[in-house]
């Protein structure tokens, strides 16, 4: 398997370093899903199997779509077979299909449980490493290696020189919003906090290029990546 690779840029480095692209912050349940949860240290994770993670249930009965009752606190505790609570530091290991980079900034990555097929796939989320955006500095300490390695599995290179103004820049290489299919996929270890979406309550597509996801509950904010030789 071919595993990501960050090429030394030597006396590029001397040059500016700059964004391709303005983000902007989300709304919905904007301050749980960009912060660690009281409940559980970064590295205090439970191991979860893909079937497992897939099959949670609603929190509640009847979740409703952007809920204003659960902007700034976590759902009730629910039944579920690995006996987790929303919060909770959760490592699920899968194949790697896809990477997109949203508006509000944060690599979306979708993950199956098929090394061949992206058909049943479950979301994580890496937010940008800005104070702006995230509170945690002991979580911003982890998200800019955890992006620089799926920029590189996305693109195949890390940084890029343009010339603008009469000079040169340095820009990240970023991975599309629509969503850059990794082929081959490559197999992961996700860690991160559970936290239950509900703006895709209702979607039609919850998958970006065809790809289903399977549940509401993701990974937000990830926490750890492991590439799997």
């Given at each position: 398997m071919n595993k990501p690779i960050c090429f030394l840029l030597g006396p590029l480095l001397a040059l500016n370093l700059l964004s391709a692209k303005e983000?902007?912050?989300?709304?919905?349940?904007?301050?749980?899903k960009t912060s660690i949860s009281g409940r559980a240290f970064v590295d205090d994770d439970v191991v979860v199997s893909f079937e497992d993670f897939a099959a949670l249930p609603d929190p509640v009965l009847n979740p409703k779509k952007n809920d204003p009752g659960y902007q700034k606190k976590f759902y009730p505790e629910f039944p579920n077979k690995p006996e987790l609570r929303e919060g909770d530091i959760v490592t699920v290991r899968g194949w790697l299909h896809l990477v997109a980079l949203e508006n509000d900034g944060d690599y979306r990555i979708q993950?199956?449980?098929?090394?061949?097929l992206g058909y049943q796939t479950i979301i994580a989320r890496v937010p940008l490493n800005d104070s702006k955006f995230v509170k945690s500095p002991i979580l911003r300490a982890r998200l800019n290696d955890i992006r620089q390695q799926l920029s590189v599995a996305a693109t195949g290179f890390v940084?890029?020189?343009?010339?603008?103004?009469?000079?040169?820049?340095?820009?990240?290489?970023?991975?599309?919003?629509?969503?850059?299919?990794?082929?081959?996929?490559?197999?992961v270890e996700v860690t991160?906090?559970?936290?239950?979406?509900?703006?895709l309550i209702s979607d039609a597509q919850k998958g970006k290029k065809g790809m289903r996801v399977v549940t509401h509950w993701t990974l937000h904010p990830v926490s750890n990546l492991k590439f799997i030789q």
């Open positions: 983000f902007t912050i989300g709304d919905n349940r904007w301050e749980i993950i199956s449980d098929d090394p061949e940084y890029y020189v343009a010339r603008e103004g009469g000079s040169n820049v340095l820009k990240r290489r970023e991975a599309a919003e629509a969503g850059t299919v990794i082929v081959p996929a490559m197999q991160g906090q559970l936290f239950y979406d509900n703006g």
